[in-house]
């Protein structure tokens, strides 16, 4: 039923999805999604505080390395698709001055997503947007039910991409982050 109900709905712009957003309530978590608003459950307790954890530890790092940048988690990113789509990452790090809409950046350049079993289907679409844009050089998919990072890093090349566990170490330079891995698991069971 709930298909049926997408294909006769018209899909909704980007705008218009934002216009309609503003009336509802703080508390309520919305993606435009093939241009229709989707409700999104609120996030476990797990998947929090391993996106907590990043912003905290790329913040820490960013201080130090370029104040310019920062990490917030559940910000809106601008991108260009083909269809009307309005991600928030989990994380992203965004250029302070470079994005006067405190709601939604159009530059960034990290993004991090902590994936949950309903995010199978959409990830590598997801993805394939963020690698489109253009500041963006860096995507952290992030397990929530096992210690495991996959980097997608922007290189001359094109893009690289490597798996992390839990003995390993998170190097990303270009943020001036260096931990390991198991510090973005901290406080989880994972964290051992």
Known sequence: MVGAVRQNSPMLSVASFRAWLGSRPDE???????????????????HQ???????????????????ALA??????????????????????????EENSDPRYADRFYLVAEVLSDSDKDVIEGKCDIYRAHPSCTCILLVRQDRAEITVDQRTADGWR????????ELTLPEFGLTCPVKEVYRDTPLAS
């Open 161 to 168: 991409s490597r798996v992390l566990h839990t003995g390993d």
């Open 28 to 46: 309520e978590h919305w993606e435009l999604i093939e241009g229709v608003p989707m409700m999104m459950a609120p996030p476990n307790r797990r």
């Open 49 to 67: 505080r391993i996106a907590t954890n990043l912003e905290n530890l790329l913040n820490a790092a960013l201080k130090r390395h370029n104040p």
């Open 71 to 96: 990490a917030y988690h559940d910000i809106g990113v601008n991108i260009v698709s083909t269809v009307p789509y309005d991600p928030e990452p989990d994380v992203a790090v965004v250029g302070e």
